[in-house]
Every structure is written in structure tokens, then in C-alpha cells.
């Protein structure tokens, strides 16, 4: 019998069937209420605390309308959600036999389906909200099982145990809570915060600066609307009746938008122009930007990349790092809801339970120095270090030539000096005397190649031994300077004496010959 994550059994007879999909007339409603409208400090507050306390829909719906009216918290929370929806998913099989790479292979098939990044779009859903639900339609059409679609739900149809409020429930057509079956849905809860999924969202965050930043749009649009527009003073004398005042105030209220106005003659109007009209002009603008740069800190990490600030380059690279990193740690921590929610399910329903399961990757590949590489295979190789040939092709990208390419090759060494003419009979005489001179010496290094087999080549089994340990360059000097006063230098300091008397001994036969 198979069982969810929570231990309750699956019924394989209720799979084919949607159980979560809108109904307009239903408990599942797509049509949504609108909390943001006229939202105060203590109507926010009211709202998280009800949240809190296990009733989310008034705060599911704020996060919603968030997204849609404020252009830089959807931007940034876009651009968090689709850096990671982007990235290529690798599989790893189970294991190591035919059946574990029949698995993975399944699986590989069908992550090339083109819906997947707007599905894992919606399940990333949670990075605002705090937790999403996506619903797995499967089909059997074929007589396999295999994942349709994937489809979001809106998570205000679903709710949480009210003894932890963490195991989460979903509504039935009738309005009651009923634990979630399993096998048909990916709950994913990638929070900012531990905790409660209730109060893990980025909304949370958000909705103060939201909603502090529309009342600083307001006053700016306010402003900028009698931005420049002089002050209408109207002065009415000390007789002036009641009916005369309001027809002066009528009148000064309507010179902004008519420009045209009739008082009586007794009355006056003056434009008083103000001061300095563009002192605090940019205050509005400067409460926004920091607004904007708080949730770019909170969503991104840091405000280099949706920001222009100042510290050049440098400061835009180390800002990226801190953006690569929260990439990092979505991306794994979505790859562990997928394995827990849509793989393991999937493999249990078409081969039964397994003892390891075929794995997703969702990771960017990681850039190699393949320069420094290069010089420490230049420089291990010929110290006796044994590399694999395909080893090194993987690592830069290079595939094993076939029997019709052209292979790079060393360019082969200078071609030596065509012979000279023919020498004198007298000149070759005189060479002859030398070459008894010549063949001591090399008796000389014949003698010495011998002598430098034991020490020479015992130093050199050491040095090469040290090189196959070595993990580094670094590893192998530390290896060599703790072993050196071990090793036997004596014998190579005799051989290389001796090589030096040889060596004059050769080069006076060389004078002697050319000056014969």
C-alpha cells in the first residue's frame, strides 16, 4: 500500500480526478476581495494578526494586490522568482543499475516539456506569500502515470491545523477543512524566516513599505498638483455680509481651474507668490527611493542591481554574490520540494517504493579556471603526475577525436643542417689525433650515468610518489620542504661535480678540434 509524506495512505482511484480547480459559484472562488483599498496602520496590523492566528485571507489577498500596484516589489520579486525558474534541472539516477537509469531517464524526458518554467514560476508563488499549493494532474492515458501539468492553486482555498498550524488542510466543496490527500499536490514553503509558512512570507515585509509609500504618493501627487500655482488671497471689508463671503470664496476657488471669476466691486483678490516653491520638492521622491531600496534589501539581498548607487564595479560584483546566493539557496531548497512532492510520488506510482530515488538538480553549473588548470597539468605532467586523457577532455569541453580529424600536435623540432663539403685528407688526419680525447670523455658520462642510477633515480621515485599524493601545488611543497632532509642529496651532489669536470673536459676537446 502506498503512503504520502505523512504517513496516510493513497488512493490510486481518485489521481485522474481535479480536486482543487476554481468554481465561481463554489467555496473555491476566483473572484478575490480587496483589503488594500484605503489600508491604514491598524488595519495592516489587524490583518497580520489574523494571519497569525491561522486566518490568512485577507493577508493572501493584500500580498496579491501588493504585486499588482507597486511596479518595483513585482520587479524585484520577479526577477527573484524567475532566476531560478530558469535554471536547467539536471537528474541523478538512484542508483547504478539498468533499472535506476530507466527512472532517471523517465524523468528526464519529461522535464523537457516547455510549460515547466511557467510552473515553476507558480510554485515559487510561496517566496511572497510564504507558501504555495500546486496542484499535480495526472494522466494514464498510456498506462504509465505521468504528470500532465502542474497547476497553482490559490492558496486562500487551503488552511492549516489548528493544533500547529503548520500541517496543511484544504477546503472541500462545502467549506470544511480536510487534511490534504496525498500524492495530488506540491506544497512548497521556501520562507524568509524560520517559522510558522503563516509568517515566513516576503509580503509581510513588503506590505509596511507599501503601504507608507502610498501615503508618500499621495502627498507628492497633491503637491505636484499646486506645485508653482500661486496663493489666492480675496480681502473682503468689515461690512461684507455673509452671502458676500462665500461668493468671495466661490470665486477664489474657481480662479485655479476656471481662471476666470466675478466678484463684486468692493472686494479685492490678490496672488501671492510663494518663497521658494522647490525646496522640499524632491522629499517626496527621496522617501520613495528608500522605501523601494528597504524591499530591494529584503527580497534581493541588496540594491546594487535595481538601484543606481554609488561604489562603481566593484561594489556591483560583491552585490551580485549576495544575489547569487539567495539564487543558490532557492534553487535547493525548491529541488528538495520537487523530490519530496512530484518525484518520489511519481516513481512510487509507476515502480512501486524504492530504496533511493532518482534525484533533481536545480543548480548553475560552476565556472572552472581552465587556465590555472592548464599550467598545473603543465607542470605536474611531466613530473611523472598520470592524468586521464577523457578526464581533462571533459573538463575543457573537448570531444575525443575521431579516426578522420585533424589532431593538434607539438610542432615538430628544426631539421638539422644539411653535411658540409667533404674535409682534407690532411684536417681528417688531425681530427683523428683528438678523438681518443673526445672518447674519454664520454667514457667519462658513460661512467657517470651509471654512478647516478642509485641516488638520482631513488630522489626521483620520492619526488614522483609525492606528486601522485598531492592534492595541489600548494600540498605538493609542503609535502617536498618537510621531506627534503630526508632525502639523499649527497650522491647527486658527487654525480654533479664530477658531470662538471666532464662537461670542461668535453668543451677543451671542442677548442682543441676547432683550433686544429
Known amino acids: 500500500m502506498l503512503v504520502d509524506q505523512f504517513g496516510r495512505p493513497v488512493d490510486r482511484r481518485t489521481l485522474t480526478e481535479e480536486i482543487a480547480a476554481p468554481r465561481l459559484g463554489g467555496v473555491r472562488s476566483p473572484i478575490s476581495g480587496r483589503p488594500a483599498d484605503g489600508l491604514t496602520p491598524v488595519r495592516l496590523a489587524s490583518i497580520l494578526r489574523a494571519a497569525d492566528q491561522g486566518d490568512a485571507v485577507a493577508y493572501l489577498e493584500l500580498a496579491e494586490a501588493i504585486e499588482e500596484k507597486d511596479p518595483h516589489y513585482l520587479a524585484v520579486l520577479s526577477t527573484r522568482k524567475r532566476a531560478v525558474s530558469q535554471i536547467d534541472i539536471s537528474v541523478e539516477p538512484g542508483g547504478e543499475d539498468a533499472r535506476a537509469d530507466e527512472m532517471a531517464a523517465m524523468v528526464r524526458d519529461w522535464l523537457k516539456r516547455d510549460e515547466l518554467a511557467l510552473e515553476m514560476f507558480d510554485i515559487l508563488d510561496c517566496l ?15 498506462g504509465q502515470w505521468r504528470p500532465e501539468r502542474l497547476e ?12 500547529d498550524l503548520s500541517t496543511p488542510m484544504m477546503l472541500d466543496e462545502h467549506g470544511a477543512e480536510q487534511p490534504l490527500p496525498g500524492f495530488r499536490f506540491i506544497f512548497a514553503a521556501l520562507k524568509a524566516k524560520s517559522g510558522l509558512a503563516l509568517r515566513g512570507g516576503l509580503a509581510r515585509v513588503a506590505a509596511w513599505g507599501w503601504m507608507f509609500k502610498a501615503y508618500t504618493q499621495r502627498d507628492w501627487a497633491v503637491f505636484t498638483q499646486t506645485y508653482g500655482q500661486p496663493l489666492r488671497l480675496g480681502k473682503y471689508g468689515p461690512g461684507a455680509s455673509e452671502e458676500d ?10 480662479i485655479a481651474g476656471d481662471c476666470a471669476a466675478i466678484i463684486p466691486e468692493s472686494m479685492s483678490i490678490d496672488f501671492v507668490e510663494t518663497a521658494n516653491p522647490g525646496a522640499s520638492s524632491d522629499l517626496y521622491e527621496r522617501r520613495a527611493d528608500w522605501l523601494d531600496r528597504q524591499i530591494s534589501k529584503a527580497v534581493l539581498g541588496q540594491t546594487t542591481t535595481t538601484d543606481a548607487v554609488s561604489g562603481g564595479h566593484a561594489v556591483s560584483q560583491e552585490h551580485r554574490l549576495v544575489q547569487e546566493d539567495i539564487e543558490r539557496a532557492d534553487a535547493r531548497a525548491l529541488a528538495a520540494v520537487l523530490n519530496r512532492d512530484l518525484i518520489r510520488p511519481w516513481i512510487d506510482l509507476e515502480y512501486g517504493p524504492q530504496q533511493r530515488y532518482p534525484r533533481l538538480v536545480i543548480a548553475r553549473p560552476e565556472t572552472e579556471d581552465l587556465s590555472a588548470l592548464a599550467q598545473s597539468l603543465g607542470a605536474l605532467v611531466p613530473l611523472g603526475l598520470r592524468v586521464g586523457a577523457a578526464e581533462v577532455r571533459a573538463r575543457f569541453g573537448l570531444a575525443e577525436p575521431g579516426a578522420a580529424d585533424e589532431v593538434l600536435a607539438p ?22 689525433e683528438a678523438r681518443p680525447a673526445r672518447a674519454h670523455v664520454a667514457a667519462l658520462a658513460a661512467q657517470l650515468e651509471t654512478e647516478a642510477q642509485g641516488g638520482v633515480l631513488s630522489m626521483l621515485e620520492s619526488i614522483e610518489a609525492m606528486v601522485n599524493r598531492a592534492g595541489s601545488l600548494g600540498e605538493l611543497r609542503e609535502m617536498l620542504l618537510a621531506a627534503f632532509p630526508d632525502l639523499d642529496a649527497g650522491a647527486l651532489t658527487g654525480t654533479l661535480a664530477q658531470a662538471l669536470i666532464a662537461a670542461e673536459g668535453a668543451g677543451r676537446a671542442a677548442t682543441e678540434d676547432a683550433g686544429g
Do not use: C, H, M, Q
Not at 128 to 142: A, L, M, P, R
Not at 411 to 432: C, K, M, R
Open 245 to 254: 463671503r462665500d461668493t468671495l470664496f466661490r470665486a477664489v476657488g474657481n
Open 411 to 432: 610542432a615538430p623540432a628544426p631539421l638539422a643542417a644539411p653535411p658540409g663539403p667533404a674535409l682534407p685528407v690532411a684536417l681528417n688526419a688531425e681530427i683523428d
Open 128 to 142: 511572497g506569500k510564504g507558501y504555495s499549493f500546486t496542484e499535480i494532474v495526472w494522466d494514464v492515458s498510456e
Open 152 to 163: 497553482w492553486r490559490d492558496p486562500r482555498w487551503f488552511r492549516f491545523a489548528r493544533e
